[in-house]
């Protein structure tokens, strides 16, 4: 009887893998000389920039507010002699007076500030609107959309100058198109649209809006043109009609879009400048804090302090409705 030898064959050695440390990052590595240089001068720059166009004039403009001068001499930190005259009280810490005579004294404040007012109304209201709705209709594709998209944006390249000049002819009161459309041309009956005080702000407002539609109209171009096609068929396939589609689907994901049309919409309105001075130099019906900003600064006048004063609350008027709208737009994002 013979016997069978078995053999036996080890078993493989399982394979080493590899240990991978649990604070490595991977693919991070360090950032070498050159490459902190260059972030350093990508940030740095438009860091120093936006302080020194931006903050320093905004905080300089703030502390100058709180005193009495008139752009020529030093400051200094001595309290101003009340009954003296200013040449002699000029560059002295003036405290809030410069306020409280801009809301006591001075009769144009009050009649800028509601101008003011109503301009940021208007564009919040009618402007932003009629952008957003000529977006819509745009972006649908209609036939001709290019070329409407390009006549409306005209107005936009256009300096506010040259809007405001374009639109004198159109205002005039016996060679104006308007006046002429409306047979109201003549001596006698002719509309003073840029010198009746009742009538001048709102004339100007729609070459200021005419501009302003234009300007939204491309952010929400831009803004519509970034949705998901795939939200639209899905709510397409809900059974939702073109309103609903936008309203419930579309515009809130633009949410980014609309805080930069807001910012951008009180921005413009209350720096507006250009259109008023060229009518009639903002008097008569078309006060604006801007205008009074500019003649108490740089006019005849020269009383720094008090035209910074304006400024401030110029300021305040813009910050005090985007903070609202930014606060409760962050604030339902925070409750979903």
């Excluded at 403009?61 to 752009?71: D, P």
């Amino acid at each position: 009887m013979s016997s069978t030898s078995q053999t036996h064959t080890p078993a493989a050695a399982p394979a080493k893998t590899p240990v991978v440390k649990a604070g490595r990052r991977r693919g991070a590595r360090r950032l070498t000389g050159r490459d902190r240089i260059v972030v350093a001068v990508l940030l740095g720059i438009p860091l120093l920039l936006d302080l020194a166009f931006v903050w320093f004039p905004a905080i300089g403009t703030v502390l100058l507010s709180f005193t009495k001068w008139n752009g020529v001499g030093s400051l200094h930190t001595k309290s101003c002699v009340p009954n003296m005259p200013s040449i002699l009280n000029n560059g002295c810490v003036y405290g809030v007076q410069n306020y409280h005579q801009a809301a006591t004294i001075y009769p144009e404040f009050w009649p800028a500030v509601r101008h003011n007012l109503i301009w940021l109304a208007v564009f919040v209201v009618i402007a932003t609107p009629l952008g957003m709705l000529f977006a819509v209709v745009i972006d649908r594709g209609i036939r001709g959309s290019r070329m409407y998209q390009s006549i409306l944006f005209l107005p936009v390249m256009l300096s506010l100058a040259l809007v405001g000049i374009i639109w004198e002819f159109m205002y005039s009161q016996n060679f104006g198109l308007i006046n002429t459309v409306i047979h109201r041309n003549g001596d006698s009956n002719a509309i003073d649209w840029l010198g009746n005080p009742h009538l001048n702000l709102w004339a100007v407002l729609v070459e200021a809006t005419w501009r302003q539609a234009g300007y939204v109209m491309v952010l929400y171009l831009a803004g519509l043109k970034a949705v998901d096609p795939s939200l639209r068929e899905a709510a397409l396939v809900d059974g939702a009609n073109a309103w609903q589609t936008f309203w419930r689907v579309v515009f809130p994901v633009m949410r980014p879009i609309n805080i930069v049309i807001m910012v951008v919409t009180v921005i413009e309105s209350l720096r507006a400048f250009d259109l008023v001075y060229i009518t009639n130099k903002g008097i008569n019906g078309l006060e604006l804090l801007s205008v009074l900003v500019t003649s108490n600064i740089v006019g005849e006048t020269q009383r720094v302090g008090f035209g910074s004063a304006l400024g401030v609350v110029l300021l305040m008027i813009s910050l005090v409705p985007i903070s609202i709208f930014l606060y409760q737009t962050f604030s339902r994002e925070e409750s979903r």
